[in-house]
């Protein structure tokens, strides 16, 4: 977008805060808070595949105080297949589930935002507020776990957008997805912000206790101010180290992902976050760098010159450092943890806190050897 990369190079180059803030608010590309309160992006730009892009703008006729707040709308997805797959060669798992499409919890940093470009909306406020949910996926999953030749490796779900955001209290597909999983006894390795997961620590706990399931808390900052802007609509951190505990007592392996490390904002945090997860009964870690691929970066840049404009430079400059003098690095194998002196600094003190608490000295591997195709069974029944 001209007009972020515009205000960008005004903050960047030393000049005015407020001036690259006007260069966004002049553009209309702003919200007004009254109309996107409780959300993460201050934006809704345009996706990148459509011809036209919108612009909010006084006209005069004092309409825009009309408008009304961005209300969270949920539309029905029918997919053919809900099982998804990669061949990527630094992620651990070649399957994925998504219950849903766009997410509540409106973390301005999401890397899934663009997705929601390919739907004809805006990775911004839209991602948040419009959003897709898929309630046939038990039954796609049942019918894809029972096909002949299946091979049964760990599915991973909350990798794109989160199964436990708000809107699973009333649609429960995940909860659905559980009960298909544990009849099959198919292994599951979830990563969530929200405290919503203790609802299903019934499935999880028997699941866990055949080595069926695992569960990674992501905590990206134990201040609440800086969670409250960034991530308005997920579980707060003293409820996600709370879900933590409770998984934990119920049998559950657990373990705290730090992600995103953003430098220069919540990097100071990363030995009190990994402390408090192994006092809350973590015992493995992981983390991430930010990452700001497409529409991310301008969504992200508006937000840290909303709230932090005094650590704009800083921030930019080292997430820069570490992406090779660019917003982002796409490149396999450095996209999660960056390159340089600074990307080093932080992977050498993430090691020296989870040696130093016993983080990660066993990795928890999760079976398939008790997968059992039920259409097969079913069969052998009828015989």
């Excluded at 809900?82 to 060669?89: A, E, G, H, K, V």
């Excluded at 866990?208 to 997920?234: C, N, W």
């Amino acid at each position: 977008m001209e007009q972020i990369a515009r205000a960008d190079s005004i903050a960047f180059n030393g000049r005015n805060i407020a001036m690259a803030n006007a260069v966004i608010d002049e553009a209309g590309l702003r919200i007004g808070e009254d109309l996107r309160r409780g959300r993460g992006a201050g934006i809704n730009p345009s996706g990148r595949f459509e011809p036209l892009t919108r612009h909010v703008f006084d006209d005069g006729w004092e309409t825009i105080e009309d408008l009304p707040p961005f209300k969270t709308d949920v539309q029905v997805e029918r997919p053919r297949t809900i099982i998804t797959r990669n061949t990527s060669p630094d992620i651990s798992f070649d399957r994925s589930i998504n219950p849903y499409r766009g997410c509540e919890h409106g973390c301005v940093y999401c890397f899934a935002r663009p997705t929601h470009a390919y739907m004809g909306l805006s990775p911004g406020l839209d991602f948040e507020s419009k959003l897709f949910a898929k309630p046939d996926a038990a039954r796609l999953l049942e019918r894809e776990l029972s096909r002949p030749g299946y091979v049964p490796r760990i599915i991973a779900i909350g990798t794109n957008t989160d199964p436990y955001q708000p809107i699973e209290k009333k649609w429960r597909i995940m909860r659905e997805i559980l009960e298909v999983l544990e009849a099959f006894g198919h292994p599951v390795g979830i990563v969530t912000k929200s405290a919503l997961i203790m609802r299903d620590i019934d499935i999880l706990s028997r699941m866990a206790e055949r080595g069926l399931a695992k569960v990674a808390l992501s905590v990206t900052t134990l201040d609440r101010k800086i969670a409250r802007t960034m991530e308005p609509r997920a579980a707060t951190p003293p409820r996600r180290l709370e879900a933590m505990r409770a998984l934990n007592e119920a049998g559950i392996p657990v373990s705290v992902m730090i992600g995103p490390v953003i430098p220069g904002l919540n990097d100071s945090e990363i030995e009190r976050i990994l402390e408090s997860a192994h006092a809350a009964g973590a015992r493995e870690a992981g983390y991430i760098i930010l990452r700001l691929p497409l529409e991310v970066s301008p969504i992200f840049k508006e937000w840290l010159l909303r709230h932090y404009p005094d650590r704009y430079r800083h921030v930019m400059s080292l997430i820069r450092s570490m992406r090779g003098g660019k917003d982002y690095d796409s490149e396999w194998g450095r996209r999660m943890k960056g390159t340089g002196p600074y990307a080093w600094q932080i992977g050498r003190r993430f090691e020296i806190a989870a040696k130093r608490l016993g983080l990660n000295t066993e990795r928890r591997r999760l079976r398939t050897d008790l997968f059992r195709a039920k259409a097969k069974e079913e069969q052998l029944v009828l015989l």
